[in-house]
């Protein structure tokens, strides 16, 4: 494989103009304008219009409703399966990330030397603090069944139970009649869709000389409640789910969550456990 055999798309909303910068970054790399789509959910007017005047030349521009950050993705795969039949590979970036030199290159290096590899990630450090990891892969924790990030970077490519999100590269060939269950609208989507993938016996790996540069809040507690649950009825058992809804409680008891009080964080975790029984 090579950057020839690579597309990208970067799922965008209300970020303008900090998503050029992103766009940048993966032209920089050597992904084609003419194989990167941008799929922007902003649903506002003035923002698609500056899209549409702003985009380097050759890069595509999408415009949909705001179904969530799982039906972007699925807009984009459409797109890349579409217009770029012979692509190998697909970078799939939120609007906000800069990637640093190399990064997808490595990326795709790794997708290459290993076959049995269905999406390989970067490690994610802060943009406000870059000696923070934040993210060196995902795992599950075996007791709670709970996703969790890494925060110790390996020597080598490792394994991993999921990647964050905010940066993949797929092995095309392994999303075959797989799609990013939309019912999570955001958070808990990809973790959900690397288990998958993994059920099919494709394989996720960190690779930790490819670096990406994001900040993080974490997710809100209507989301922890609502994805959590409905995370973990597909993936665990009664008392998995159950240790696990326990334990976010408990930690929204005790720190609340950035911009609530520890009353209106568990009320909307409370809210969301609800909403995501009723799905």
Excluded at 81 to 101: F, G, N, P
Excluded at 184 to 195: C, S, T
Aim: glycine fraction near 10%; hydrophobic fraction near 40%.
């Amino acid at each position: 494989m090579n950057v020839d055999d690579l597309t990208g798309v970067v799922v965008h909303h209300r970020n303008f103009p900090g998503v050029l910068e992103t766009i940048g970054d993966l032209l920089k790399e050597g992904v084609r304008a003419e194989r990167t789509v941008v799929v922007n959910n902003s649903e506002d007017t003035e923002i698609e219009s500056a899209l549409a005047s702003g985009l380097p030349t050759g890069v595509s521009l999408l415009n949909i409703q705001n179904r969530g950050y799982g039906n972007a993705v699925n807009v984009g795969i459409d797109w890349v399966r579409e217009k770029c039949v012979s692509a190998l590979a697909v970078a799939i970036c939120t609007h906000e990330i800069r990637i640093r030199d190399g990064a997808i290159v490595n990326l795709l290096h790794e997708l290459e030397r290993d076959p049995s590899l269905g999406v390989v990630g970067p490690v994610f450090v802060r943009s406000s603090d870059t000696k923070v990891v934040w993210s060196a892969g995902g795992q599950i924790s075996r007791l709670t069944g709970r996703p969790y990030h890494a925060v110790s970077i390996p020597q080598l490519p490792a394994p991993r139970d999921w990647i964050d999100g905010a940066m993949n590269l797929y092995r095309i060939s392994a999303l075959e009649n797989l799609r990013v269950d939309e019912r999570f609208f955001m958070y808990y989507e990809e973790v959900d869709f690397h288990l998958r993938l993994a059920g099919h016996g494709w394989r996720v790996a960190v690779v930790p000389d490819s670096v990406v540069e994001q900040d993080t809040a974490g997710a809100p507690p209507y989301y922890v409640g609502r994805n959590g649950y409905l995370f973990s009825k597909r993936h665990s058992n009664a008392w998995q789910l159950s240790m696990l809804l326990f334990r976010e409680m408990l930690r929204l008891m005790i720190r609340g969550s950035r911009g609530d009080s520890r009353f209106g964080a568990l009320r909307a975790f409370l809210k969301g456990v609800a909403d995501g029984v009723r799905n």
